[in-house]
């Protein structure tokens, strides 16, 4: 039996992802919204090439939290998923700290808000799942 912990982390993940999804598709339409919204630093640095490109990360982060929300005890999907927060995080950290082509706007903070909460969910959800796998090997046993 999953852990309610467990089954909380992989609706967060789900909801996560179907965020993500809208986010693709906003910057394959207009790609003003990563001007206005996340890069407003330097706008003029935004264009359809670099939205696209956003787009696609985006896209490709969604479907491995989806994926690891769907089947949340494979270890490398569990991993991998933790890392594309890991790798938002440090994203938006950088371009707001270090590259200044983004501002501390809500734009920017909530990215980094639902990341920080998504590492931490992870790293706790990594020790139900280590409860969880001792559970299985003694009831095999």
Same mark, same amino acid.
């Given at each position: 039996?999953?852990?309610?912990?467990?089954?909380?982390?992989?609706?967060?993940?789900?909801?996560?992802?179907? !965020?993500?999804?809208?986010?693709?598709?906003?910057?394959?339409? =207009?790609?003003?919204?990563?001007?206005?919204?996340?890069?407003?630093?330097?706008?003029?640095?935004?264009?359809?090439?670099?939205?696209?490109?956003?787009? !696609?990360?985006?896209?490709?982060?969604?479907?491995?939290?989806?994926?690891?929300?769907? =089947?949340?005890?494979?270890?490398?999907?569990?991993?991998?998923?933790? %890392?594309?927060?890991?790798?938002?995080?440090?994203? %938006?950290?950088?371009?707001?700290?270090?590259?200044?082509?983004?501002?501390?706007?809500?734009?920017?903070?909530?990215?980094?808000?639902?990341?920080?909460?998504?590492?931490?969910?992870?790293?706790?959800?990594?020790?139900?799942? =280590?409860?969880?796998?001792?559970?299985?090997?003694?009831?095999?046993?």
């Amino acid at each position: 039996m999953m852990s309610r912990f467990l089954n909380v982390l992989r609706s967060w993940l789900v909801m996560v992802s179907i !965020i993500a999804i809208g986010n693709t598709l906003q910057s394959f339409r =207009d790609h003003s919204f990563l001007s206005e919204k996340l890069y407003t630093g330097t706008p003029n640095l935004v264009n359809g090439l670099q939205a696209r490109t956003f787009g !696609i990360w985006t896209l490709l982060s969604s479907v491995i939290r989806c994926s690891c929300a769907i =089947d949340i005890h494979n270890k490398i999907l569990y991993h991998l998923a933790l %890392f594309t927060f890991l790798m938002a995080l440090g994203h %938006f950290l950088s371009e707001v700290f270090i590259y200044g082509t983004a501002a501390p706007t809500i734009g920017v903070l909530a990215p980094l808000m639902v990341a920080s909460f998504s590492i931490l969910g992870m790293l706790i959800g990594l020790q139900y799942l =280590d409860v969880e796998a001792v559970s299985r090997n003694k009831k095999r046993n």
